[in-house]
């Protein structure tokens, strides 16, 4: 079980710490705080899209592809009460055969994160290879 301390630093301002290798990450509000780091919608989608990087960096590990600088591009909206929905575009680095394809983007489905959302939270996912 991951284990963290979230302080609030005043201003708007937290900071999130993982234990015991004490890595730290800061947290604004980008509305009322100063908006220099990530919010909290910013790690929600980051969670999500490394989530699913992960999750393809374990089948491509164990297969041998390479997916070394692939990206995923998020986008959030929001009501005042919860995540509407969330578009990921991954910014595949290789074209890959048809059964690399499916196999990379079936491992990002195995994501715990993925299943979390509330069911009416739409995630829509694009697969963008080179040509």
């Known amino acids: ?70 990206s995923v591009e998020v986008e959030i909206e929001h009501s005042e009460k919860r995540i509407e929905s969330i578009n990921l575009v991954f910014n595949m680095v290789q074209a890959y055969s048809k059964e690399e394809r499916q196999k990379l983007e079936k491992a990002a489905g195995f994501c715990p994160i993925k299943s979390s959302f509330h069911p009416e939270t739409d995630i829509s996912i694009e697969y963008k290879y080179p040509e």
């Open 1 to 70: 079980m991951a284990k963290l301390q979230v302080t609030y630093d005043g201003d708007q301002h937290c900071t999130a710490l993982k234990q015991p290798q004490s890595k730290t990450v800061a947290i604004d509000c980008p509305y009322s705080g100063k908006g220099e780091e990530l919010s909290p919608m910013n790690m929600v989608g980051s969670g999500l899209a490394s989530c699913m990087l992960i999750s393809m960096g374990t089948l491509a590990s164990r297969d041998k592809i390479d997916i070394n600088g692939t």
